[in-house]
C-alpha cells in the first residue's frame, strides 16, 4: 500500500507556471502507474496526465498537452506536474493517484491510491 502527498498548489495569474509534487510513502512507489487528476466546481474528476512506472511512456489530456509535463523520480518517490501558460480553466483541486497496472489509463476508478489534493487557483 502506498500514501500519497500533494504539494505545490496556490495562486498565480494566468500565464504563470506552478510545479506540483506528490510524494509517496509505503512501499513499491516505481512499480505504480502515477497519474494526476483534476476536479473543479461541479464538475467531475479529469484525467491530466500520467506516466507509467517505467519506460517514461506519458499520456496526457488533450487541454493541457504542449503546456504540461509530468515526470517522475522513483529514487525520491516523487511524481511532478509541470504547467506552463496556466488559464483561469486549469482552475481546480488536483489530485495525484497511483495504479498498480502498467498501463496509463484516464479514468479515476482504475487507480488505486489518491492523495487529498491540492488546490490550484488562476487568476485572470
Known amino acids: 500500500q502506498v500514501q500519497l502527498a500533494e504539494s505545490g498548489g496556490g495562486l498565480v495569474q494566468a500565464g504563470g507556471s506552478m510545479r506540483l509534487s506528490c510524494t509517496a510513502s509505503g512501499r513499491g512507489f516505481s512499480t505504480y502507474t502515477m497519474g494526476w487528476f483534476r476536479q473543479a466546481p461541479g464538475r467531475e474528476r479529469d484525467f491530466v496526465a500520467g506516466i507509467r512506472s517505467i519506460g517514461g511512456y506519458t499520456l496526457y489530456a488533450d487541454s493541457v498537452k504542449g503546456r504540461f509535463t509530468i515526470s517522475r523520480d522513483n529514487t525520491k518517490g516523487t511524481v511532478y506536474l509541470q504547467m506552463n501558460s496556466l488559464t483561469p480553466e486549469d482552475t481546480a483541486v488536483y489530485y495525484c493517484?497511483?495504479?498498480?497496472?502498467?498501463?496509463?489509463?484516464?479514468?479515476?476508478?482504475?487507480?488505486?491510491?489518491w492523495g487529498q489534493g491540492t488546490q490550484v487557483t488562476v487568476s485572470s
Open positions: 493517484a497511483a495504479d498498480k497496472s502498467l498501463v496509463v489509463t484516464t479514468i479515476p476508478n482504475n487507480y488505486d491510491y
